[in-house]
């Protein structure tokens, strides 16, 4: 069986944003728990996850610094939190594994999605990112960022666009057929778009659970694996009547997601991309939080969305 | 034929150290021709990279940023750049690929290099990195880096330890029976000693052409092809006498440096690493200039060294 994971961010830096390295490794140590026993079992695995606080982190000092080392575009930051993220989990899944005394390599491949440059949201960049500048800081920041008004002061809005393909889905199946675990996609991805056939880096942050959910189609995984903070998805979240959702086909939860259950900047985009996933093909898709993934795998637990 | 290419420094950003992100991907892209000729004639390729500029340009904004995000370790910042430079390279060749029509993936991979807590360089760091620091900046970096005094100022200091071994060597040697282009071991790879069974990064930088030579002899490569600015080894290089080395044994090289006839900053750790490659049984080792790649892989130009 193969299965795509995506990490939310809290499975990486704890609850803390301004974690240190430190916590950042022992939050990393700890969410490798459930992904060992599903090694164990010898399910075929990539694993996404997301890079907002290191991502925030970056863009901090990049402006603090700004006046001595130019900043970097925002989609070279993405490959940097990759790099960094990617050597987190690479080396406390391998330290996991070895302790329980299983030999599998593991890999993290840097990644680029495409993503259209017609897509509409290069329109209106919605996705605001990193640290809040002063007025005076955020006119200079307009040379290189969108810059939205913020409270009092401005943050970088960066563009959401729809993953389309991912580039290195190749090397990624290549991996996990011959039995190494891949780490991929991270942050949602590098954002790149195709002109007269070059790919070229571009200015965005793409969905990481719609980005895991395109990877996952293309390698043709059984199951996506959503994790997250919440148990399961549910009706009515944090409101009279709030329900969890434990067995729900596609259809039903577009219903629900319609009738506006789930909010855009956190249960909506999971949804969302459970409902491709199994529309295109996979078997399940498993909503669940960090610490109950393997139950989750067992069907004790969480949201399963099926065709 | 399998072939690992160590790039120096200037083949990702140029003559100009500060090169901003649009020059380095400019360099980058006039780096991969010879590159692209090798692939187009069937070369299993893995390319490994130096990282100066961009290590140096982080503990820049790191230091810079220090009162407000904590700078990370050294080792963590290897793995940034690991992120940054294999998606420069990746996007580079990728394109140029496809400009000649050639469907190829390429892959980077996150790369740990094993080293050991008792290498003697630990006792003494020697390689200054990054930028100069002033006597009152010293003493706070103190608390995470080892300073030497470097003229009126401080320079982190890190110790270089021999590469033991490359952790993540099956994924890349996958990729490239796989036909993938790889991406691996940028900077000297992400230095981590072993202790009780795990995997802990440490401080330190490894020397790149000696990290190659250790992937490429693990890997059982053909050729390390070592590019770097000049088109030879030369005897006497800069004085009075200058000769270049065409075909020469390890041998012999080794004599030659006994003669102290390459200094340990430049040429001397590509001329250890030649050497190590042979004797652990490679075919050959070539040293010559970016420009020149593809002319020395036809045997036309650069220093052999065979055993």
């Not at 006046?67 to 899944?93: A, E």
């Not at 790919?199 to 793409?206: E, F, S």
């Not at 900047?265 to 960090?290: C, D, H, L, Q």
Request: charged fraction near 25%; proline fraction near 4%.
């Amino acid at each position: 069986m193969k299965a795509v994971i995506a990490l939310g961010g809290n499975a990486i830096v704890g609850k803390d944003r301004r974690a240190s390295i430190e916590e950042q490794f022992s939050a990393t140590k700890k969410s490798m728990k459930g992904i060992v026993k599903m090694i164990k079992e010898g399910w075929q695995l990539v694993i996404t996850h997301g890079n907002g606080p290191q991502v925030g982190a970056i863009l901090l000092q990049q402006k603090i610094a700004r006046n001595i080392v130019s900043p970097m575009p925002l989609h070279v930051c993405v490959s940097l939190t990759q790099g960094q993220i990617g050597y987190m989990i690479q080396n406390c899944l391998i330290n996991e594994l070895k302790r329980e005394g299983i030999k599998k390599g593991v890999a993290t491949v840097i990644t680029q999605v495409i993503v259209s440059k017609h897509d509409k949201a290069f329109k209106k960049p919605t996705k605001p990112i990193g640290p809040v500048y002063s007025e005076e800081e955020a006119k200079e920041m307009m040379k290189s960022y969108t810059m939205g008004k913020y409270g009092n002061g401005y943050r970088i809005l960066a563009p959401s666009p729809e993953p389309i393909s991912i580039v290195e889905s190749e090397a990624i199946k290549n991996l996990i057929e011959a039995g190494i675990i891949a780490i991929a996609a991270g942050g949602g991805g590098i954002p790149v778009i195709e002109e007269n056939g070059v790919l070229r880096g571009i200015d965005a942050v793409i969905d990481k659970d719609l980005a895991a959910e395109k990877l996952a189609s293309q390698i043709k995984a059984d199951i996506l694996l959503i994790l997250s903070d919440v148990d399961y998805v549910y009706l009515n979240y944090g409101k009279k009547g709030q329900e969890e959702i434990r067995e729900i086909s596609a259809d039903e939860l577009l219903e629900y997601q319609k009738e506006g259950h789930f909010p855009a900047g956190s249960m909506g985009p999971k949804v969302e991309a459970a409902i491709r996933f199994v529309r295109n093909g996979g078997k399940e898709t498993i909503i669940t939080s960090i610490e109950k993934a393997w139950d989750a795998i067992k069907g004790k637990t969480g949201t399963h969305v099926h065709k």
